[in-house]
Antibody, heavy 118, light 107 residues
Framework: EVQVVESGGGLVQPGGSLKLSCAAS????????MHWVRQASGKGLEWIAR??????????EYPASVKDRFTVSRDDSKNTVYLQMNNLKTEDTAVYYC?????????WGRGTRVTVSS | EIVLTQSPATLSLFPGERATLSCWAS???????LTWFQQKPGQAPRLLIY???RRATGIPDRFSGSGSGADFTLTISRLEPEDFAVYYC????????FGQGTKVEMK
């Protein structure tokens, strides 16, 4: 089955760190760019990270809101993309989605919930 | 960075009515690389339209996208009960920031 499945969410204190995973199956993961998108409760979608494939040197992109705190990486041998989140803030509380880029974002996971609270 | 503005914020309509949603970009979008997504509560976004006007696989033909440059429209010709949801536009290729969304609610 063609799918991406996120994991690793949970409760973390402000200032803490968390690493999310997104496991892909059913498609040529190593040849495609992957993204992370998040959504705070009752709010809109916020794009937060992109990682290209090996042919593009695994180049990464972030918006200013998370740059320097979040790091996206991938392990093509495990068909998995990761999101390392450091110095977490209460405003980072959201559902985090992983998505595949086939020119556009055509395949999404169900998301994993991250709660930043003391 | 391209900023997308969606209008209206909320659209209240009856089933069977026509819905027209707008998405304006702060600068022209190259090659009309614009997508529309539908999102229902508790679900991931679902791709509806790419390339501004091409329906994704399995999307009913009551959904149509149009526009070019910096002005785009999503039209739902006759609203079905399952179409009441939030709709987002997003550019792709060089910019990835979503519009703020339009909620289509049942009147």
């Amino acid at each position: 089955e063609v799918q991406v499945v996120e994991s690793g969410g949970g409760l973390v204190q402000p200032g803490g760190s968390l690493k999310l995973s997104c496991a892909a199956s059913g498609f040529a993961f190593s040849e495609l760019t992957m993204h992370w998108v998040r959504q705070a409760s009752g709010k809109g979608l916020e794009w937060i990270a992109r990682i290209r494939d090996k042919a593009y040197g695994y180049a990464t992109e972030y918006p200013a809101s998370v740059k320097d705190r979040f790091t996206v990486s991938r392990d093509d041998s495990k068909n998995t993309v990761y999101l390392q989140m450091n110095n977490l803030k209460t405003e980072d509380t959201a559902v985090y989605y992983c998505a595949r880029e086939a020119f556009y974002l055509d395949l999404w996971g169900r998301g994993t919930r991250v709660t930043v609270s003391s | 960075e391209i900023v997308l503005t969606q209008s209206p914020a909320t659209l209240s309509l009856f089933p069977g009515e026509r819905a027209t949603l707008s998405c304006w970009a702060s600068q022209p979008i190259s090659n009309n690389f614009l997508t529309w997504f539908q999102q229902k509560p508790g679900q991931a976004p679902r791709l509806l339209i790419y390339g501004a006007s091409r329906r994704a696989t399995g999307i009913p033909d009551r959904f149509s996208g149009s526009g070019s440059g910096a002005d785009f429209t999503l039209t739902i010709s006759r609203l079905e009960p399952e179409d009441f949801a939030v709709y987002y536009c997003q550019p792709y290729g060089t910019s990835w920031t979503f519009g703020q969304g339009t909620k289509v609610e049942m009147k």
